[in-house]
Structures are given as structure tokens and as C-alpha cells.
């Protein structure tokens, strides 16, 4: 797959002073959903507001859709849908009305405004004033506003942000409908780590404007095998501490052994000494890493 965003050696500074973004190199890749992740902070939003323009670049390169932005910037837009931050709309009109806004700025058909609302699950409520929209259909709307265009490439800045559990849930199924029936490559910062983990097929991790990794999902969660651990309860966990700690890093949390081991073999012989020792195992498993987990893993 060819690469539909390419930026290298990217480095932004505000006041000319303090660095937000330094050196930043990222690669999103077609077809991809892309998670750029970290926390709050970290220069997630500044980077997508360079990659669109919205930032005026101070250093680096930034290609879209194999073209050079400086040059080709009009032609660039033309294909991207955006969402940075909290989605522009007018709280008086109606989701139609305000799509027939951007209607006219894109200069696409009319017949593209029902298309939109039906994907993003507001065909029934076209007529509904967006002051009465909840938080999570006000971002379906802005979802419908940036798919307008009929983009190749979608930028999306926390868009689950204040969503309650399940229009996070709702979002996540629509992001997927998107990536997988109409192949739209989506880029998507995030500092919810546990549920963008349930989306994204590549990440990025960013922290403090350094990117610490890149890659795909699953290269991630395979190279990180020394975040796994194992949990263990028994009849005497004071005396089991003792024991496993011979062999193995262990401490005692939350009334329960975590003992640092990323080998199958090792609960086996963790079982053995426990048994040799004549203590009771109440709970013995493993827990595999997770991006936040990773993450904390690289800060640290």
C-alpha cells in the first residue's frame, strides 16, 4: 500500500521558543485507520492542523496523497474530510440546512446530503434543529459535514471526545463502516488508548512532541512482550511473595501477586513452586500488554 500521508522531519514551535513538535516523522499508509495517540497535550492537534494547513509549517515536509501540500493545496482539500476538535455548526439550523451550507462551499450535489445523513445515522432527524442534537449526534453531524466532499482521506481530532460509553461505541462502529465499505483512510488522534486499541490497524505514539513508536497495531502489542504479567491470589500471598521472588520480579498490589514473566512455561512453574510450598492458588493469569500499558511502558 502506497503511503496517502508522508511527513518527515516536521518541528513547530510557538513564540518561537517552546518546541511542541520536534522532529516529527509519521506515515499513514492506504486503506489504513491510523491512531495517533497520547495524552492530552502532546502535539496531536498541532500536527493535523499542519497537515491541513491550518498552521502555517515552520519546518519539515508534509506529502499528501503523494503530492507535496505547498503546492498542491486546493487539489489536496478537495479530498480530505476534517474534524479538528469540536465540529462547526449552527445551533439554529437544521442538519440539512447546515449541510446545504457546506453544500455550497464544496460545491458537490445536493443529492449528496441525504447520501450522508443515511450514512451517519441522522436520516430521521434531518429536520431537527442541532441546538436539540445530543453531544453524540452533533458529532454525527460533523462526521456528515466532512464526508460531504465524498473524501479518500478522513482527519479526525478526539472525535469520541465527552462522548458517554456508548456513543463511543456508536462512533467506533461508524469509523469502521467507513474504513471498510467505502475504503476511506481514516487518520485519528486519540489519548483514549484503551478504546482506540478496538479500532486503529496502525499507531502512533506521541509524547511531549517525540514520536516514541510507529507502527502497525499488532507490531506494537508483539514487541512490547516484557509489559506481560501474571496475577496471582493464593491462601498466603505474604509467604508466596517470598517464594516467587527467588525466580522472579513480583510485587504485591491490590492483595494480589503481579509477577513480571512473559514465558507460558513460567506459570507452570510458578503453580509448581506454589504447590511445592503447599500453598493454595485461589487465582493464577496471565494479563497480555495493552496500548496503555505499552504506552506508560515507553514513557517510563
Not at 509489559?227 to 496471582?232: K, L, Q
Request: aromatic letters at 4%; charged letters at 15%; proline letters at 3%.
Amino acid at each position: 500500500m502506497h503511503p496517502i500521508i508522508q511527513i518527515s522531519n516536521l518541528t513547530h514551535r510557538f513564540n518561537n521558543q517552546h518546541i511542541v513538535l520536534n522532529n516529527i516523522n509519521l506515515t499513514v499508509t492506504q486503506g489504513s485507520i491510523y491512531g495517533f495517540l497520547g495524552p492530552n497535550g502532546a502535539g496531536k492537534t498541532t500536527t493535523l492542523r499542519l497537515i491541513l494547513g491550518l498552521l502555517q509549517k515552520q519546518s519539515g515536509d508534509i506529502k499528501i496523497l503523494e503530492k507535496s501540500f505547498d503546492n498542491n493545496r486546493l487539489a489536496i482539500l478537495k479530498q480530505i474530510g476534517s474534524l479538528i476538535e469540536t465540529p462547526s455548526i449552527y445551533g439554529q439550523l437544521t442538519a440539512q440546512q447546515n449541510l446545504l451550507v457546506w453544500q455550497k462551499i464544496y460545491q458537490c450535489s445536493q443529492n449528496r446530503i441525504p447520501e450522508v445523513l443515511k450514512i451517519v445515522g441522522l436520516a430521521t432527524t434531518a429536520h431537527k434543529k442541532a441546538n436539540n442534537f445530543s453531544l453524540g449526534m452533533k458529532q454525527r453531524l460533523g462526521l456528515a459535514i466532512a464526508l460531504l466532499n465524498n473524501p479518500s482521506l478522513l482527519i479526525l481530532d478526539e472525535p469520541t471526545n465527552g462522548l458517554d460509553p456508548n456513543g463511543i461505541i456508536e462512533i467506533r462502529d461508524l469509523l469502521l463502516q467507513l474504513n471498510h465499505d467505502l475504503r476511506i483512510t481514516i487518520l485519528i488522534s486519540s489519548h483514549l488508548l484503551s478504546e482506540i486499541e478496538k479500532l486503529v490497524t496502525h499507531i502512533g505514539l506521541i509524547h511531549q512532541g517525540t514520536m516514541l513508536f510507529e507502527g502497525t497495531l499488532n507490531e506494537v502489542l508483539t514487541t512490547q512482550k516484557n509489559v506481560s504479567y501474571v496475577i496471582a491470589n493464593t491462601a498466603n500471598n505474604a509467604q508466596a511473595l517470598d517464594m516467587l521472588s527467588l525466580h522472579y520480579k513480583v510485587i504485591l498490589k491490590d492483595d494480589k501477586l503481579h509477577i513480571a514473566t512473559s514465558l507460558d512455561q513460567d506459570i507452570a512453574h510458578i503453580v509448581n513452586v506454589l504447590v511445592q510450598n503447599k500453598i493454595n492458588i485461589y487465582e493464577i493469569h496471565r494479563i497480555n500488554p495493552d496500548l496503555e500499558s505499552i504506552f506508560m511502558n515507553y514513557i517510563k
